[in-house]
């Protein structure tokens, strides 16, 4: 009965915790789970389809731009604008990231702007590779592999628990 006791308790404080935890917090957790997700989703594509390894990299290089900016984008708006974030949402919908958007916070922080050139800049590379060879060899071979799958779904399971936990704004 102790040991029932004690592991409620725990169970308990770690439920406690984890509805006390930022929202930064909270959405730095996600941004790591979508740059991991990146990192080994490309090396896989690689592994399998190593003549698109240019631009697999350049997609990954992309995202992860994308995905930085708009990590930036969330603090911002947390210390700035807390009228302009749905915490509630889930974490994909916490902010409208618009143009109107990135303005103002690339006014408020030069390190929000350089975020944002830095994503034009990667994004505007025009790469010699084949795009729909890539995107038809991705979906024909790599997308229906188990590894794969098996990152997807890990990712999701990541996403989902991170989606179902409270923050607190601070």
Known sequence: MQKLLILFLATLSFEIIAAEQSCM???????????????????????????????ANYYRDVQIAAIERRRLAVKLTLQHYTDKI????????????????ETELSEKSSDFKAAVDAYEKIKNIHPS?????????????????????????EFNKKVKGLNDLKCKVT
């Open 25 to 55: 917090s909270k959405y730095s957790a996600y941004a790591d789970a979508q740059l991991l997700w990146q990192n080994e989703s490309t090396a896989l594509i690689v592994e399998t389809i190593p003549k698109h390894r240019s631009l």
């Open 86 to 101: 749905n915490t509630d949402a889930k974490l994909n919908n916490w902010i409208n990231y618009s143009p109107e958007l």
């Open 129 to 153: 590779e084949n795009g729909d060879e890539f995107r038809k060899a991705f979906r024909g071979i790599v997308n229906h592999t188990k590894e794969f799958q098996f990152l997807l779904s």
